[in-house]
């Protein structure tokens, strides 16, 4: 698939935005009000501006931007529409969560479930993102158990770099938001070697002949297209096997410097502030590669023995 740059940006960005504002949920849920007013009102204000950096940027790569909102409509059967519905919702939880986490509202005893039906709102919502590739079955890759993990996987630990990265400048020191962020940095580091080696493992069942019903053998007569097609371009874009080895091996160097600088964390906590440039980029390069690695099953129609 042609990695849409939009899209890269859309998750990368949003995914981060999530993480932080459920870890702040988390955080408020279990601690009560926030040490200020500044640190509380500007976790979440940068929170939710990634999140809608995110979502404006997702509608880039659509032909009419301005019928998204009828994706709203098909919640019944599309994820895509439900990951719509889920984001919008979880906007008046979180401001909610905000007025009354900072002190703005006086209502300490909204903290706590507003907190929770934030971060509950906020997986909701990057499982959706995520199930919208991993429920089609027309691209192996993405139709993986493991698709839904990796998302939240990488949301949560952008999110909590985030968050230590805010809070060291706010000299909110604490060393368990460390651990948990080089946790699940970890975390994302096992899933995606584990993910890289299942899809390079995995039988191809989508083939020629299964496709046409007459077997192993089968080969195309000659090519249906004289000239490239904007479904060549997009669906049959191919990125060379030395490439994707090397940014494979760039977004696991990424995510390893990422651990050991959090780990880091707890004897000198700015280093927060080198981690998280190199987490976003990990994750960018993690979304690139999940995109471009991916092969639709369309290309047996233009000659590939198998998808």
Known sequence: MNP???????????????????????????????????????????????????LLSSTL?????????KAFSQWRSSWLSREGIAAIVTYPFAIAFAACWSGVIDAPNLITPLGYATAVMCVITVFCT?????????????????????????????????????????????????????????????????????????????????????????????????STNFIMKEMGYVVARRHAKTLRMGCAALLALSFILMAGCIYAPVVSYLALPVILLAAWVERWLFFAEAEHVVGLFYGKQSA
Do not use: C
């Open 4 to 54: 849409a740059y939009s899209v890269i940006l859309f998750t990368t960005a949003s995914g981060a935005g999530y993480g932080l504002l459920a870890w702040l949920g988390a955080v408020g849920a279990a601690h009560g009000r926030a040490s200020t007013i500044a640190f509380a009102l500007t976790s979440v204000l940068i929170a939710l501006a990634l999140i809608t950096i995110g």
């Open 61 to 69: 790569h659509l032909g009419r931007p301005e019928r998204a909102w």
């Open 130 to 226: 995520a199930q919208i590739y991993a429920s089609l079955k027309t691209i192996r890759a993405w139709n993986q158990k493991l698709v839904p993990a990796i998302y939240m996987i990488f949301a949560a630990a952008s999110g909590a770099v985030l968050l230590s990265a805010i809070s060291t400048f706010f000299q909110r020191f604490a060393t368990p938001q460390y651990i948990i962020a080089a946790t699940f940095i970890g975390l994302a580091f096992i899933a995606k070697i584990y993910y890289w080696n299942t899809i390079d493992n995995a039988p191809r069942t989508h083939t020629m002949g299964a496709a046409t019903g007459l077997g192993d053998g089968v080969r195309q007569w000659e090519v249906p297209h004289t």
